[in-house]
C-alpha cells in the first residue's frame, strides 16, 4: 500500500476518509499506509494492485457460488465481486463498526438476497462453523498488519475448515508486518504444498493463495488466461495484466 500522510487527533486504529480530486481512500489513525483507495471516476474499478492481485483466484474458479471475506476496508473486493459475479453469494465479516458506517462513502451495495456485511469477529465467526466457502479472502488489518488474533495457528485451520473441498484462501499479508513470516509458516503447516505467494508492484503486500485438493496443479493457466464468457469485459480488462504476473510466479515455482 502506497504511503500517505499520517492522520493526526484521532485515537490509533480509528478509520479516517481523505479525499482528493481523484480518489476517496480509507487510513487508519497511527499507521502510514492507505489502507483502501475508490477511484472517484469509477467507483467500482480496483484502484490498488494488491486488490487485483486477490482477484486472481478467478484464475482456478472463475465462478464460485459462495464467497466470504474476513475484512470490509473501504469495500473495494467485496464491490467488485457484487457487480461482476451475478452469480455468487457473498457475505463479509467485519469487526469495526466505525468501518462499516463508511460503507454509503465507499459506495459499498446494500444488504440484499445475495449480500450482506456481518458485523463480527472473524476469527470467532469461523470458529461458528459457517456455510463452506468456495473463496474466502481475508484482507484484515489492524493498522500495522495482520490482528494478533489472526495470526494463530488455531485461524488458520479454521480458514482450512471453512472451505469447500475443492476451496481457496486468498490472504493479503504485509510484508513490513512483524507477524507476516508467523503467518506464512502457520500456512504452510496447514496448506502444505498448496500454497503460493505474489508480491505486489511495490513491495508492500504478499498476496498467499491456498487451497484443498488439487485445483492449482490441475488448473490449465493458459486456458484459464482467456476471459470467461460470464465476465464482463470491462472486469477482465482490469484483471489481465495482474493475472499475467500470477502465472508468471507459477511458472517459476
Known sequence: MPPAPPVHDLPPGQAQLRQTREALTLQ???????????????????????????????????????????????????????????????????????????????????????????????????????????????????????????????????????LSPQGILVLNLHLESETCQVCLDHLRAVFGTALFEVIDDDMTNCIVFACKGERFEETDLGAALRKPAHLAKDAWRQLAPTFKVIEATLTMR
Open 28 to 162: 487508519f489513525a497511527g499507521s502510514p499506509s492507505i489502507q483502501s483507495s475508490m477511484s472517484l471516476l469509477n467507483p467500482h474499478a480496483l484502484d490498488l494492485e494488491y486488490t487485483r492481485l486477490m482477484m486472481g483466484f478467478l484464475l482456478f474458479d472463475s465462478a464460485p457460488a459462495r464467497i466470504l471475506m474476513i475484512g470490509l476496508g473501504g469495500g473495494s473486493l467485496p464491490k467488485f465481486c457484487h457487480r461482476y459475479l451475478p452469480q455468487a453469494d457473498i457475505e463479509v465479516v467485519e469487526i469495526d463498526p466505525g468501518v462499516i458506517a463508511l460503507r454509503e462513502a465507499f459506495r459499498v451495495p446494500a444488504d440484499d438476497a445475495r449480500f450482506r456485511i456481518i458485523q463480527a469477529d472473524g476469527k470467532a465467526y469461523l470458529q461458528g462453523d459457517p456455510a463452506p466457502a468456495d473463496v474466502l479472502l481475508v484482507d484484515a488489518y489492524d493498522g500495522k498488519g495482520m490482528p494478533a488474533a489472526l495470526c494463530e495457528a488455531g485461524f488458520f485451520r479454521d480458514c482450512h475448515r471453512a
